[in-house]
């Protein structure tokens, strides 16, 4: 399928991104559609190019937008939201629906997404339709499309908390293993009710032993996953990339060090929780598989990532992703979606044109996003640019082909 107003693709020779190979392409939504979604009533948006840009001031609803579109894929989302909080004003009587179009390779593939508030339920769980078919699984949705994003919040990601880091990375994962998500939820799933029952002096051995078990299954899986993919996404951080240097990675915590896999691994892990339950019982954290830490090194200012200043570790973060989205072209042949929002925030403007030049090269679909349409100059031509202020005070709207 051609796309209008993109320039063809550079050959591998031409590109300066020599990992490309004219078949790696990702896939592209051609409709967007959301109702009652975080300040949108409703909203459909035709989508002619291969890129999107979408400009306007603070509080306007860019970010809101890119989040819907994260949501076409596992998880929770760029904001990681408790999916009452997307709904337009806490409206318990609505639903709130993001829906697309994908053109992948020529297929047209329909996918949408839905939550509506039940009060009678403690979990809060999403519908999920593929080609008007309800799935189960989320999973079935990263083998459609994997999605990366950049938001402003992961400029600080190496002296933030190390839950986000956590996040992070096993997005990054999922990418390359979509059953990875549903890993990590069973596993939460089983500490959460592990835990419970400690707390409330619960000993009942069988039931205990099954969750330990469940633990250690899920806990192996988790971290062969994750151990896997870092020595993969490793090799790749080695390309030299002027602009965003090499941030050299690695995990601390629980089993790290481990040379055990499979089955032994799942052994040890659910041993370890299985002696720990008086510690938890008095009230003592224990470490593992869920509170591991992704530690980075700035290879050229020879510091610990946590240590640099912002602008320092967003672009390691970049150089992070952009060796993901290369890791992910030679294991799958399929680029992932990709979302920067407020691209220029904390970056110099040689950085910022640096990533563009490379971005374009992708043969995938970008949406971007930032207070102006100059820092997008660049792509006047070969982007769909909106300027998200021109819908405000529009409750409903239908933007033309």
């Not at 997005?171 to 069973?186: D, E, K, T």
């Not at 089955?263 to 470490?287: G, M, P, T």
């Not at 830490?293 to 570790?313: I, P, W, Y």
């Not at 997008?376 to 202020?389: E, P, R, T, V, Y």
Request: glycine share 4%; with cysteine; net charge positive.
């Amino acid at each position: 399928m051609a796309h209008a107003g993109v320039d063809p693709m550079l050959s591998v020779a031409e590109s300066r991104i020599p990992f490309l190979k004219k078949e790696q392409r990702g896939v592209f939504i051609r409709q967007l559609t959301v109702q009652n979604f975080r300040n949108y009533d409703y909203l459909s948006l035709p989508v002619h190019s291969d890129h999107v840009v979408l400009t306007g001031p603070n509080g306007i609803g860019k970010t809101n937008l890119i989040e819907a579109v994260s949501m076409l894929a596992p998880g929770k989302g760029l904001r990681q939201s408790k999916l009452i909080d997307m709904l337009k004003n806490h409206q318990m009587d609505k639903s709130w629906t993001v829906s697309a179009i994908f053109d992948d390779a020529g297929d047209e593939i329909e996918v949408g997404t839905a939550y509506k508030p039940d009060v009678t339920k403690k979990v809060e769980k999403r519908q999920i339709h593929i080609n008007k078919v309800a799935i189960k699984s989320q999973d079935e949705l990263g083998e459609i499309c994997s999605i990366v994003w950049l938001i402003p919040s992961m400029d600080r990601l190496f002296s933030a908390e190390p839950a986000g880091r956590r996040r992070f990375f096993d997005r990054l994962v999922q990418s390359f293993n979509p059953r990875h998500a549903g890993n990590c939820i069973a596993y939460s799933n089983a500490l959460r009710q592990w835990n419970s029952l400690i707390k409330e002096r619960k000993f009942d051995e069988q039931w205990l032993s099954a969750l330990e078990k469940t633990l250690g299954k899920y806990g192996e899986l988790i971290h062969s996953a994750r151990q896997n993919y870092l020595i993969k996404l490793q090799r790749k951080l080695s390309v030299n990339r002027p602009e965003f240097p090499t941030a050299l990675l690695s995990f601390s915590g629980k089993f790290n060090a481990e040379q055990k896999t499979g089955e032994e691994l799942a052994d040890l892990i659910s041993y370890h929780f299985k002696k720990s339950r008086q510690f938890v019982a008095d009230n003592i954290s224990i470490s593992g598989i869920h509170n591991i830490d992704l530690q980075a090194f700035h290879s050229v200012k020879n510091r610990q990532a946590s240590m640099c200043s912002t602008g320092e570790q967003k672009a390691l973060v970049v150089s992070i992703l952009l060796a993901h989205i290369e890791t992910l072209s030679e294991l799958h042949s399929k680029l992932p979606l990709i979302l920067f929002d407020e691209l220029g925030a904390h970056l110099d403007t040689h950085k910022t044109e640096a990533l563009l030049e490379i971005l374009n090269e992708f043969k995938t679909q970008i949406w971007l996003t930032g207070t102006s349409t100059t820092t997008f100059s660049a792509w006047k031509n070969n982007a769909q640019i909106l300027k998200l202020d021109n819908f405000q005070n529009k409750a409903t709207l239908e933007v033309a082909s």
